[in-house]
C-alpha cells in the first residue's frame, strides 16, 4: 500500500490497480499474454526435430509460477502464455500472426533460422525474445530492431580463444576444424576466430580442414612439425575430431612431452546428448579410456595428454555450483512425466525427447528478463505495447541468470554470452580422465567488454605436463634455423680480438693519414694566388660624394654611373693596355699548392720588387683596397701592411680556418697574394661597399625596415665566427660591415690575429689619427701586445662592445660618436682612460640615438659598459632585438619584393574598384561555386590552384536520414517524393545556416554535413553539430508531409568526432569528399541509431564533455558491423546560454564561428 500511494503520488496520470493499470493513451490488462513458438508436435514422436520443444511447457510453467509470485516485481505481476505448434504452421506465418495479435505483449521461442521470423515482429513492431535463433544482427536493415537474442554470439569462441593466447602469451598457433558443411552460424563462430587471430597479430602456422572420420595420421604428425599450439573447432556430432586428433598427437608421443597444447572447442548444440547425460559420472567430457582402445595409447599416455587440454563449450554452467539451478532441473524432469495442456492434450512426449538446458536456461532468464524490463516501463508510466520505447528497457541490461552467473544485453539486443571451461582432474572420487566444467569465461560488467575468468567450486588451476606454459616455437624454431652448428669458443674469441685489433687500427691509421694531409696541407702554399693570375681593374666607389665628382669631372656625365648603380655600388674600369700575363714567371717560382720553402725571413724567391715593371708599379700604388679579375669573377683585395710575412705553423692555421668559414654573413677568403713588399688578401667583392659608406651618404634615404635587417645581419655574422674555430672578429666596425649585391651584410676582415698583430699601419692622407679605432673597445685599446695575445673571451666581449657602436652609427647617422665635438685621437684618449671612482665612463651621446626603438637604446646601452664580463652574450642581445625583425625576410632585397607585392594588391584593389560591373557578376560566378564547393576550395580553384587532399586532426560528420522512406518511396508518386525531399532539405539548409558547418551532401533521405572542415574551429564542431542535431529535431516536430499531413519525419541522426580527410574529387562537376573511419563510425552511429534520437559515439562525447553544456544519456555498447562493440550516447538537451557565452567568447580564436547564431531556445528531448 505504501510504494501504491507513492506511485501515484509520482505518476498521476496513471490509474492502477490488480487487473489492470490506466496510463494517459492505453490501458493496460492482466494478465499479460506471450506467444511461444515452437515445434511441439515434434516432440510426440515425428521425425522432426523438436529443437528441445518437449520440455518447454513443463520448465514455463515452474518459471510462470516463480515470477508470478515474485514479490519484488512492484507493478508486473501475472504473465500468461500461448503456445503456437510450428510443425503444424510455418514459423513466419506464426510469428505474423503473433505480431497483428494486439493483446500479444510479445513473442517467446522462434525457430533456429529465425530471419523472416524476425524481420515481421520488426516490421509490425512487436517485441521478440528467441532463445536459438542464430541470425546474425548485422543483417537486420530498413526496420527498427525489435527482436531480443538470448543464445550465445558467434564472437564468444574467439574471444576465449585469445584470452588464453594472450595469458600465455602464444603467438603462433595451427587451426584446425571440420572440412565437412557447416551450418551458416558454425561459419561465422570460425570467421570471427580467424578474424580475431589476425586483428591480436597471432599468426596462423597451419590451417587444417579435415573429415572427422578420416585417417589422418600423416596430416597430424605433419602439422605437428609446424606448430606447437593447436586450436581444434569441432563442429561434429559426438566431437569425432578433436577426439581423432588429440588421440593421435598422443600416439606421436607429443602430448606427453608437455611442448604442445590442444584448446579444444565443441559445439553444445550438436552434442548436448552426452555432454548433458543424467548421471553425474556420465554428464563428464568424458574422452576417457574407454575411447583409447583403437589407439596406441595406454592410461599413463592419457593420464599425461590431459594435463596439456583443455575445453570450450557454449553450453549452460554446470547445476553443481547452484541449488537452485539444481533443484529447478530436477522439477522440470518431474514435470515432464505429467501431461501439459495445451500443448500436450491429446497426445504424449516420446521417449526419446532429452531435456536441452540450454534452451531450458534461457526460458527462464528470458521469461524474468522480459518480467524485469516490463516492470521498469510500467514503473514510470511507459507504454509496453509501444515497442519503440519498450526496447530501450530491453537492451543495454543486466540478467540475473537462474544458474547463479550474470548475463549481459548488449546495445544491439544481443545477450553478450560466455564460454565454459572444461579441464583434466586427478582426484580420486572422479574418473581420471574425465573433463569437468571449472570455470566459465565472459564479461565482468556491462561497460567492461574485456572477458576475464570466473572460476566456480574448484576453479581453473591447470597442471602443465613441465609445470610451465609451453612456449609456442622452439629455441631453435621448428626447422632449426635459429640454431647453427656448435661453435668454437676459443676461435670465436681468437677472431674477435683479432677484428677488434684491425679495426683498431684501422681508425688510428685514419686519423694519422688525416693528420698527416691535414699538416701536409698546411706547410703547402694552397692559400698562395699568383698576382698575375689577377687582371686589376680601377674602381670608384659610387656611394661617395667626391668621387662622383671626380668621376664626372672624367666622363662629363651619370649616366655609366646610373647604370651601374643597379648591380653594384663600384663604377669598374681596365686600367688600359694591360699587359699579357706571363704566368711562367710566377709558375717557374710556386704556384697554388707548391712546396716552395721560405727563406728564414719568411720571405719566397722571386718575390723581389722591379722598379721597372708597371705592373709592380699599379699593386705598389694600391692602398687600403682594390679591385681584380680572378679566374672569371670579380674579388676585392685588402692591403696587409706588412713586407714581409713568416708563415709559421699558427699563421697557416689561421689562414686554413678563413678558407673553412662559409656563412652567408661573413666575407669569403680567396687567398693571399705576397710579392714583397705587398701583401693582399684576397676575398669575394662586396658590390655595393661598405655600411659607413651608405650611412654617410645624405642622399640614401634609410628606412626602418633597413636598419632592422643590417642588425639582424650583423648579428648573425658574429654569432657564427663566435661558434667557429676563428672564435671572434676583432676589428668590428661599419667599415669592415660589407655589402653584397642583394643587401646583405658581410663582415670582413676578421681572423689572422697572429699575423697581423705586428701589422704596421699606414694612414692614407687625410685620414685622421685615431679614426680607426674609434669602434675599439677599450681594454682592446689598453692591451699594447696586439689581438694575438688576447683570449676569445675578451675579443668577444670586445666584439660586443664594437656592435654597440656599429648600432649607435647605424641608428643615429651621425657617425660613430655622433656630434662629439672631440677629435678623434682625444676619444680614443678619453675612452682608453681608466674612469675615476664614481666617474661615467665617456661615451656617445644616446640622445643622438633617441628616435630609435628602445630595445636598442637599453641594448647599446649595456653592450658599451666598461666592464667586460658585465657585457650581455650575443644571444642575449639577439633576444632583446627579435621585435625589430619579426616578419623580415632573409634580406633587404626579399623585404623589397615583398613591398612590391602589397603595392600590387593595392592596384589590382584600385582597377576592382573601377569595375564594379564586372566585379558584381565575378561575385555572382563566385557564389555559384561557394554553393557547391566550400569557400576556401572555391577561392583556391579559381586563383587556378591544385586542390590537394588535407588532413584535419579533428571534426565532427552528422548523418541523419528518414526511417520507413523506402516504403514512403513504394507508396508515393514521384513528384510526391521530389516535393517532399525539397521542403524537407528546404528547411535543413536555412537551419544549417545558423551554425559553423559545411553540408556534404544529400542522398535521397540521407543528410551529411560535418563541422571543422574545412576550416578548423577547435573543438567546437562537435558542440555544433550537437546543437544543429537539437534544431533539426525540434524543426521536424512541426514539420508537414504535403501527401501524407497525418504522418511525421521520425529522424534518425547518427554523430561522430575523429579524423579525416577532405579533398575535392573530380573534374567534371567535382565534389568536397571526406574520407576516412570518422565517417564510416558517423555512419554507423547513424544506421544503428533510434529515431527521434542523437546517437553520439564516445569520441564525440568526449568533446562535448569537454566544452560543457550538453545534457548526455548513456545508451549502452552497441555492436556495429565492421568497429565492434561501441559504446553510444544520446544528446538530449543543451544550455543555450552556456553556447552563447562559448561563441562569443571564442569568436575570436576562430572566424568561422562568427556565422553560427546564437540560440536562445533550450533543445531537451526525454
Not at 569595375?915 to 583556391?940: G, Q
Not at 548513456?1114 to 546560454?1137: A, H, L
Amino acid at each position: 500500500m505504501v510504494f501504491l500511494l507513492l506511485f501515484l503520488l509520482f505518476f498521476p496520470n496513471v490509474v492502477w490497480n490488480f487487473d489492470k493499470i490506466e496510463l494517459e493513451d492505453i490501458i493496460i490488462y492482466f494478465p499479460l499474454k506471450v506467444d511461444y513458438l515452437a515445434p511441439f508436435g515434434c516432440a510426440t514422436g515425428t521425425s522432426c526435430d523438436d529443437e528441445g520443444a518437449g520440455y518447454i511447457p513443463s520448465a514455463m510453467e515452474i518459471a510462470l509460477d516463480r515470477i508470478n509470485a515474485n514479490k519484488d516485481l512492484e507493478v508486473f505481476h501475472n504473465l500468461s502464455v500461448n503456445y503456437v505448434d510450428t510443425s503444424k504452421i510455418a514459423g513466419p506465418m506464426a510469428a505474423r500472426n503473433a505480431a497483428v495479435n494486439n493483446t500479444t505483449m510479445a513473442v517467446m521461442g522462434l525457430s533456429r533460422d529465425c530471419y523472416i521470423q524476425s524481420t515481421v515482429l520488426n516490421i509490425n513492431a512487436k517485441i521478440g525474445i528467441s532463445d536459438i535463433c542464430e541470425m546474425d544482427l548485422s543483417s537486420v536493415k530498413g526496420f527498427d530492431q525489435t527482436t531480443v537474442l538470448m543464445n550465445s554470439q558467434t564472437n564468444s569462441l574467439a574471444k576465449s580463444v585469445v584470452y588464453f593466447l594472450t595469458k600465455y602469451n602464444w603467438k603462433k598457433v595451427a587451426l584446425v576444424s571440420p572440412s565437412t558443411t557447416l551450418s551458416a552460424f558454425d561459419s561465422r563462430v570460425r570467421s570471427d576466430l580467424l578474424d580475431a587471430l589476425t586483428v591480436n597479430k597471432i599468426d596462423i602456422q597451419v590451417d587444417s580442414r579435415l573429415d572427422p572420420m578420416a585417417d589422418f595420421t600423416e596430416k597430424v604428425k605433419d602439422d605437428a612439425q609446424k606448430a606447437r599450439i593447436f586450436i581444434i573447432c569441432d563442429f561434429s556430432s559426438n566431437a569425432n575430431l578433436l577426439r581423432n586428433y588429440l588421440f593421435k598427437l598422443g600416439e606421436l608421443n607429443r602430448m606427453q612431452s608437455g611442448e604442445y597444447f590442444v584448446i579444444g572447442y565443441i559445439a553444445y548444440n550438436n552434442n548436448y546428448q552426452w555432454l548433458e547425460a543424467s548421471s553425474r559420472d556420465q554428464r563428464l567430457l568424458h574422452l576417457g579410456s574407454m575411447d583409447i582402445n583403437d589407439y596406441n595409447l595406454t592410461e599413463n599416455d592419457l593420464h599425461e595428454v590431459y594435463k596439456n587440454f583443455i575445453v570450450l563449450t557454449d553450453g549452460p554452467p554446470p547445476a553443481e555450483p547452484n541449488s537452485t539451478w539444481e533443484e529447478i532441473k530436477n522439477q522440470v524432469t518431474e514435470k515432464k512425466a505429467m501431461k501439459v495442456c495445451p500443448p500436450f492434450c491429446n497426445t504424449s512426449i516420446s521417449e526419446k525427447v532429452v531435456p536441452r538446458w540450454d534452451r531450458i536456461k534461457l526460458l527462464f532468464d528470458g521469461v524474468q528478463y522480459l518480467a524485469d524490463a516490463t516492470n521498469d516501463a510500467l514503473r514510470v508510466g511507459s507504454n509496453i505495447y509501444q515497442s519503440s520505447i519498450f526496447y530501450e528497457y530491453m537492451i543495454s541490461r543486466q540478467i540475473n541468470s537462474v544458474t547463479g552467473v550474470t548475463e549481459y544485453v548488449d546495445g544491439f539486443g544481443a545477450i553478450v554470452g560466455s564460454m565454459q571451461v572444461y579441464y583434466h582432474f586427478s582426484s580420486s572420487n572422479r574418473n581420471a580422465y574425465g573433463l569437468f566444467p571449472c570455470a566459465r569465461l565472459g564479461q565482468t560488467s556491462l561497460k567492461n567488454t574485456q572477458w576475464a575468468l570466473i572460476d566456480y567450486s574448484e576453479g581453473l588451476s591447470i597442471d602443465f605436463v613441465n609445470k610451465s606454459a609451453p612456449k609456442d616455437t622452439p629455441d631453435c624454431g621448428f626447422y632449426g634455423e635459429n640454431c647453427g652448428p656448435a661453435t668454437n669458443n676459443t676461435f670465436i674469441i681468437v677472431i674477435s680480438v683479432g677484428v677488434a685489433i684491425l679495426i683498431g687500427l684501422a681508425i688510428a691509421a685514419a686519423f694519422l693519414y688525416k693528420r698527416y694531409r691535414y699538416e701536409r696541407k698546411l706547410h703547402s702554399l694552397f692559400f698562395m694566388i699568383d698576382r698575375n693570375q689577377i687582371i686589376l681593374k680601377k674602381h670608384t666607389n659610387l656611394m661617395s660624394q667626391a668621387s662622383l665628382r671626380s668621376m664626372a669631372s672624367i666622363h662629363g656625365s651619370f649616366a655609366a654611373a646610373s647604370q651601374t648603380l643597379r648591380d653594384s655600388h663600384f663604377f669598374i674600369e681596365d686600367y688600359g693596355n694591360h699587359p699579357p700575363q706571363d704566368s711562367s714567371q710566377m709558375s717557374s717560382i710556386f704556384h697554388t699548392g707548391s712546396t716552395a720553402r721560405a727563406n728564414p725571413f719568411g720571405q719566397f724567391p722571386g718575390f723581389g720588387v722591379s722598379p721597372g715593371n708597371s705592373e709592380d708599379e699599379k699593386w705598389h700604388q694600391l692602398k687600403e683596397f682594390g679591385v681584380g679579375l680572378f679566374e672569371g669573377r670579380m674579388i676585392g683585395l685588402k692591403r696587409i701592411y706588412r713586407t714581409d710575412v713568416e708563415l709559421t705553423r699558427n699563421v697557416r692555421l689561421e689562414i686554413a680556418q678563413l678558407l673553412e668559414a662559409t656563412n652567408s654573413n661573413t666575407l669569403e677568403f680567396v687567398g693571399m697574394v705576397i710579392h714583397s713588399p705587398d701583401v693582399f688578401l684576397v676575398h669575394e667583392l662586396a658590390q655595393r661597399g661598405s655600411l659607413k659608406d651608405i650611412l654617410d651618404n645624405e642622399d640614401m634615404a634609410l628606412d626602418d625596415v633597413f636598419r632592422s635587417q643590417m642588425t639582424k645581419d650583423i648579428i648573425a655574422g658574429l654569432e657564427y665566427l663566435h661558434s667557429s674555430p676563428i672564435g671572434c672578429h676583432g676589428r668590428l666596425k661599419s667599415t669592415n660591415c660589407l655589402i653584397d649585391g642583394r643587401w646583405m651584410v658581410r663582415l670582413s676582415s676578421f681572423g689572422l690575429r697572429e699575423m697581423r698583430s705586428e701589422e704596421e699601419w699606414q694612414r692614407e692622407e687625410g685620414v685622421q689619427e685615431g679614426k680607426d679605432d674609434l669602434w675599439t673597445a677599450p681594454e682592446l685599446l689598453r692591451w699594447s701586445t696586439g689581438l694575438g695575445q688576447c683570449g676569445h673571451l675578451l675579443v668577444q666581449k670586445a666584439d660586443v662592445y664594437s656592435l654597440s657602436i656599429v648600432l649607435y652609427e647605424l641608428f643615429g647617422r651621425l657617425g660613430p660618436w655622433g656630434d662629439e665635438p672631440m677629435e678623434p685621437r682625444e676619444i680614443v684618449s678619453c675612452v682608453k682612460r681608466l674612469p675615476s671612482s664614481g666617474k661615467k665612463v665617456f661615451r656617445p651621446d644616446l640622445a643622438v640615438i633617441k628616435e630609435a626603438p628602445q630595445i636598442v637604446r637599453d641594448t647599446v646601452a649595456a653592450a658599451w659598459t666598461e666592464e667586460p664580463l658585465d657585457r650581455p652574450s650575443l644571444f642575449q642581445i639577439k633576444r632583446k632585438l627579435k621585435p625589430l625583425t619579426v616578419g623580415l625576410k632573409r634580406t633587404i632585397m626579399d623585404n623589397m619584393v615583398s613591398i612590391i607585392e602589397k603595392l600590387t594588391d593595392k592596384l589590382e584593389r584600385d582597377i576592382a574598384e573601377r569595375n564594379e560591373e564586372l566585379e558584381r557578376e565575378k561575385e555572382k560566378s563566385e557564389m555559384l561555386l561557394k554553393m557547391m564547393l566550400p569557400e576556401v576550395v572555391a577561392d583556391s580553384l579559381k586563383l587556378g590552384s591544385n586542390v590537394s587532399a588535407e588532413s584535419f586532426e579533428s571534426v565532427t560528420v552528422f548523418f541523419s536520414d528518414c526511417p520507413g522512406f523506402v516504403e514512403m518511396s513504394a507508396t508515393s508518386k514521384p513528384i510526391d517524393i521530389v516535393n517532399f525531399l525539397n521542403d524537407l532539405y528546404t528547411v535543413f539548409d536555412r537551419i544549417i545556416d545558423q551554425f559553423d558547418v559545411y553540408k556534404v551532401e544529400t542522398i535521397a533521405d540521407a543528410y551529411m554535413v560535418a563541422s571543422g572542415l574545412p576550416v578548423p574551429n577547435g573543438n567546437h564542431h562537435a558542440g555544433e553539430i550537437a546543437s544543429l542535431g537539437l534544431a533539426l529535431l525540434s524543426a521536424i516536430d512541426a514539420f508537414k508531409i504535403r501527401h501524407l499531413p497525418n504522418e511525421k519525419v521520425r529522424l534518425r541522426i547518427g554523430m561522430n568526432s575523429g579524423p579525416c580527410v577532405a579533398g575535392v574529387v573530380g573534374l567534371k562537376m567535382p565534389r568536397y569528399c571526406l574520407f576516412g573511419d570518422t565517417v564510416n563510425t558517423a555512419s554507423r552511429m547513424e544506421s544503428n541509431g533510434i529515431p527521434l534520437r542523437i546517437n553520439c559515439s564516445e569520441s564525440a562525447k568526449q568533446v562535448l564533455d569537454q566544452l560543457g553544456g550538453y545534457v548526455m544519456e548513456e545508451r549502452g555498447i552497441v555492436e556495429m558491423k565492421g568497429k565492434g562493440k561501441q559504446m553510444t550516447y544520446f544528446v538530449r538537451g543543451e544550455d543555450s546560454e552556456l553556447r552563447r557565452e562559448r561563441i562569443i567568447r571564442e569568436r575570436v580564436k576562430f572566424a568561422s564561428l562568427k556565422k553560427a547564431k546564437i540560440q536562445e531556445k533550450t533543445y531537451d528531448f526525454e
